[in-house]
């Protein structure tokens, strides 16, 4: 699909291509619907695999009206949601000023980053069970686990943020007579803003991964927990139902902060 | 008791030779004048077992509005020199002095345009202007005056509420301009500041320079390696020879008028002009052959 921000320069000719790429994908999904019903109607595939869309859909229907396990469908969403939400302004909180700071300070860099470049490529899951010791097995650990997973790609989006602003605009700044946190507050921060909003698409992502993870262990909510507890009774309708419905949200988030970027940095290239 | 008393007394005593040296460094050649004095400004760094000297005891007096060009081939040290006056770049000797006071680090008396027009490029036109007075804790509404009236200088009105990126490379110059000259600077630093623009541009920009010099008359101090350039805006042209930095040449411009609509194109056309031309490329050619 083409990018729909993308600065045309035959714009007539360019909306009618957009338009044509649309159609495209459009049809790919549909034909792609097409062949599930089609594999599902003739028992292509067993239905425990492969329920039907048809199925699926009263399942869906079923949680939306009807909830599950005692809890609306919009209550599930909302306590996953809540939990990657205090997350990442957790992340957003610690993550982004540490990391400018590490960016402009060589010194603070040295210090931080061998533990950074050490626990990012680990899996979350690898320490999830050392976090519910340490945490407890309520919300908290949860909450922990999803911060750690977004904490290093926010973390390096910001260092790489810091490092790459031009040297001049600093310094035409302070001859300006930008000195010391005005320079933070006033030019860096706005610097490292469109990079940062692409660090938090990258950490979004990350935590929303991990949500699966952190809602299988003592978890009585949540929209990961459904289809983990969905797969206990071999209800496989429900797992695609609530499957389809994380994967709406993940791309309505990432449409909204790609929204965002444009919003905040027409200038920039993405 | 003692103690105290000998603490105080060594921290007098070091009080009164800091200040004895401040009154006697200025010198017979800088005075206690208003401008901006630099005094045997040097800079060597060590490379290997080498020894880099790139400037060697700079010493220029700078009247409070004047138009000085500075022209020397690239690797003179003459951005380096510009850096050291701007407080980007300390010194290994000498001084610079605003009004007899010490300049060593960035402040909004000392104004600079860069090659690239450098604009914060999340602000207006208009917010790029005011973001010194905001700095200097001015409020909103005079901001406002204060930058449309240089918004207005440069003759950017119907553009104000832009954003840097909607400019052409002109107009972001002279954006650029406005947002140094609007902090009030005594000295506007500017680094080759049309090198990047197209020929046309580069004259209408050079015609536009002056006409806010005359407006302004503050201390323009301009870097550039194109001859004409200089010829057609400093009072005053100096030249610069590398290896190391040295100042060979500080001339009044003899073709310097001083009136409201100087035409380049018949100055251009002078004898006199192409004269003095021919001598300052050949200067800086010479300076070439020499080095190396």
């Given at each position: 699909?083409?990018?729909?921000n993308?600065?045309?320069?035959?714009?007539?000719?360019?909306?009618?291509?957009?338009?044509?790429?649309?159609?495209?994908?459009?049809?790919?999904?549909?034909?792609?619907?097409?062949?599930?019903?089609?594999?599902?109607?003739?028992?292509?595939?067993?239905?425990?695999?492969?329920?039907?869309?048809?199925?699926?859909?009263?399942?869906?229907?079923?949680?939306?009206?009807?909830?599950?396990?005692?809890?609306?469908?919009?209550?599930?969403?909302?306590?996953?949601?809540?939990?990657?939400?205090?997350?990442?302004?957790?992340?957003l909180?610690?993550a982004v000023?540490?990391g400018?700071?590490?960016?402009?300070?060589?010194?603070?860099?040295?210090?931080?980053?061998?533990?950074?470049?050490?626990?990012?490529?680990?899996?979350?899951?690898?320490?999830?069970?050392?976090?519910?010791?340490?945490?407890?097995?309520?919300?908290?650990?949860?909450?922990?686990?999803?911060?750690?997973?977004g904490?290093?790609p926010m973390f390096i989006a910001a260092v790489y943020s810091a490092?790459r602003?031009?040297?001049?605009?600093?310094?035409?700044?302070?001859?300006?007579?930008?000195?010391?946190?005005?320079?933070?507050?006033?030019?860096?921060?706005?610097s490292c803003l469109p990079d940062l909003l692409t660090g938090l698409r990258t950490a979004v992502g990350v935590?929303?991964?991990?949500?699966?993870?952190?809602?299988?262990?003592?978890?009585?909510?949540?929209?990961?927990?459904?289809?983990?507890?969905?797969?206990?009774?071999?209800?496989?309708?429900?797992?695609?139902?609530?499957?389809?419905?994380?994967?709406?949200?993940?791309?309505?988030?990432d449409?909204g902060i790609r929204n965002l970027i444009q919003r905040v940095s027409?200038?920039a290239e993405h | 008791?003692?103690?105290?008393?000998?603490?105080?007394?060594?921290?007098?005593?070091?009080?009164?030779?800091?200040?004895?040296?401040?009154?006697?460094?200025?010198?017979?050649?800088?005075?206690?004048?208003?401008?901006?004095?630099?005094?045997?400004?040097?800079?060597?760094?060590?490379?290997?077992?080498?020894?880099?000297?790139?400037?060697?005891?700079?010493?220029?007096?700078?009247?409070?509005?004047?138009?000085?060009?500075?022209?020397?081939?690239?690797?003179?040290?003459?951005?380096?020199?510009?850096?050291?006056?701007?407080?980007?770049?300390?010194?290994?000797?000498?001084?610079?002095?605003?009004?007899?006071?010490?300049?060593?680090?960035?402040?909004?008396?000392?104004?600079?345009?860069?090659?690239?027009?450098?604009?914060?490029?999340?602000?207006?036109?208009?917010?790029?202007?005011?973001?010194?007075?905001?700095?200097?804790?001015?409020?909103?509404?005079?901001?406002?005056?204060?930058?449309?009236?240089?918004?207005?200088?440069?003759?950017?009105?119907?553009?104000?509420?832009?954003?840097?990126?909607?400019?052409?490379?002109?107009?972001?110059?002279?954006?650029?301009?406005?947002?140094?000259?609007?902090?009030?600077?005594?000295?506007?630093?500017?680094?080759?500041?049309?090198?990047?623009?197209?020929?046309?541009?580069?004259?209408?920009?050079?015609?536009?320079?002056?006409?806010?010099?005359?407006?302004?008359?503050?201390?323009?101090?301009?870097?550039?390696?194109?001859?004409?350039?200089?010829?057609?805006?400093?009072?005053?042209?100096?030249?610069?020879?590398?290896?190391?930095?040295?100042?060979?040449?500080?001339?009044?411009?003899?073709?310097?008028?001083?009136?409201?609509?100087?035409?380049?194109?018949?100055?251009?056309?002078?004898?006199?002009?192409?004269?003095?031309?021919?001598?300052?490329?050949?200067?800086?050619?010479?300076?070439?052959?020499?080095?190396?």
């Amino acid at each position: 699909m083409p990018h729909p921000n993308a600065q045309p320069a035959e714009p007539v000719r360019t909306d009618l291509r957009n338009g044509l790429y649309l159609i495209v994908s459009a049809v790919s999904v549909g034909l792609a619907l097409l062949i599930w019903w089609m594999a599902s109607r003739n028992e292509w595939v067993n239905p425990l695999f492969l329920p039907s869309p048809p199925d699926v859909w009263s399942a869906f229907m079923t949680i939306a009206t009807e909830g599950y396990k005692g809890t609306s469908l919009l209550a599930h969403i909302g306590a996953s949601m809540q939990r990657i939400a205090v997350a990442l302004i957790l992340v957003l909180l610690t993550a982004v000023p540490l990391g400018i700071l590490c960016g402009r300070i060589r010194l603070l860099r040295a210090i931080f980053d061998p533990f950074i470049e050490f626990y990012r490529p680990l899996p979350p899951l690898a320490y999830y069970s050392l976090l519910v010791l340490w945490f407890g097995i309520e919300d908290t650990s949860k909450i922990v686990l999803l911060y750690l997973g977004g904490f290093a790609p926010m973390f390096i989006a910001a260092v790489y943020s810091a490092r790459r602003i031009p040297p001049d605009r600093i310094q035409g700044a302070r001859s300006l007579g930008a000195s010391r946190w005005r320079l933070y507050l006033y030019v860096i921060l706005p610097s490292c803003l469109p990079d940062l909003l692409t660090g938090l698409r990258t950490a979004v992502g990350v935590t929303y991964a991990t949500l699966v993870a952190a809602e299988m262990i003592a978890a009585v909510s949540g929209i990961g927990w459904m289809v983990l507890d969905a797969s206990k009774y071999l209800r496989s309708d429900i797992i695609y139902a609530a499957i389809i419905i994380m994967g709406i949200i993940a791309i309505l988030i990432d449409a909204g902060i790609r929204n965002l970027i444009q919003r905040v940095s027409p200038w920039a290239e993405h | 008791m003692t103690a105290t008393s000998l603490s105080t007394t060594t921290r007098d005593e070091h009080g009164a030779r800091q200040n004895e040296h401040a009154s006697s460094c200025p010198g017979p050649d800088t005075g206690s004048a208003a401008g901006i004095q630099l005094t045997d400004i040097s800079l060597s760094y060590r490379q290997g077992s080498q020894a880099v000297h790139v400037l060697d005891r700079i010493g220029l007096s700078l009247a409070p509005d004047e138009f000085v060009c500075l022209l020397g081939p690239s690797g003179c040290g003459k951005s380096t020199l510009l850096s050291i006056i701007a407080g980007y770049v300390q010194p290994s000797g000498g001084s610079v002095r605003i009004d007899g006071k010490h300049h060593t680090k960035p402040t909004p008396q000392v104004g600079v345009v860069f090659q690239h027009a450098n604009l914060f490029p999340w602000l207006s036109v208009a917010g790029n202007v005011e973001f010194g007075l905001r700095m200097a804790g001015i409020g909103r509404k005079e901001r406002r005056r204060i930058a449309s009236f240089y918004i207005g200088l440069v003759g950017l009105e119907a553009s104000a509420a832009r954003l840097p990126h909607q400019l052409s490379g002109g107009m972001k110059q002279r954006a650029a301009l406005a947002r140094t000259l609007a902090t009030e600077p005594r000295i506007v630093l500017m680094d080759e500041p049309f090198s990047a623009l197209d020929a046309l541009t580069r004259e209408s920009m050079q015609l536009h320079v002056r006409r806010i010099w005359q407006q302004t008359r503050r201390c323009f101090f301009l870097i550039t390696h194109d001859v004409d350039e200089a010829l057609l805006l400093g009072r005053r042209i100096i030249v610069m020879h590398p290896n190391p930095g040295t100042i060979v040449q500080d001339i009044r411009n003899p073709l310097f008028q001083d009136t409201d609509a100087p035409s380049f194109s018949i100055l251009r056309a002078s004898k006199d002009f192409a004269d003095l031309r021919q001598h300052l490329v050949s200067m800086i050619a010479g300076s070439g052959s020499n080095s190396r």
